[in-house]
């Protein structure tokens, strides 16, 4: 069973940075994404950044182009996103996402597996 488990959300200051992990288990990924998607009270869940496990290639949403960077260590079977310079509007639940036969990156519905979320706020 593929389990996907974020971690590193918190509070911080807007200027300030968190680094979000999310640790898979369950099958091992090639040619697909790993997704970042995050959800604010009342408004849909939108995509952030996605990477190819086999590529490295990466997608950025244009709101963090610049601020946010995702990587992955495939050894460790681990998708991280730093992110920098972190702004209010950044405040929601993060989940990251997997595919399990690749699909749009950008677009939930193509992602199999997610993660129970983790909390990040960014206070002004």
């Known amino acids: 069973q593929v389990q996907l488990v974020e971690s590193g959300g918190g509070l911080v200051q807007a200027g300030g940075s968190l680094r979000l992990s999310c640790a898979a288990s369950g099958r091992t990924f090639s040619n697909t994404w790993m997704g970042w998607f995050r959800q604010a009270p009342g408004k849909e869940r939108e995509f952030v950044a996605a990477i190819n496990w086999s590529a490295g290639s990466t997608s950025y949403a244009n709101s963090v182009k610049g601020r946010f960077t995702i990587s992955r260590d495939n050894a460790k079977n681990t998708v991280y996103l730093q992110m920098n310079s972190l702004k209010p509007e950044d405040t929601a639940v993060y989940y990251c996402?997997?595919?399990?036969?690749?699909?749009?990156?950008?677009?939930?519905?193509?992602?199999?597996?997610w993660g129970q979320g983790t909390q990040v706020t960014v206070s002004s």
């Open positions: 996402a997997a595919q399990a036969r690749g699909g749009i990156r950008w677009y939930g519905e193509s992602y199999d597996y």
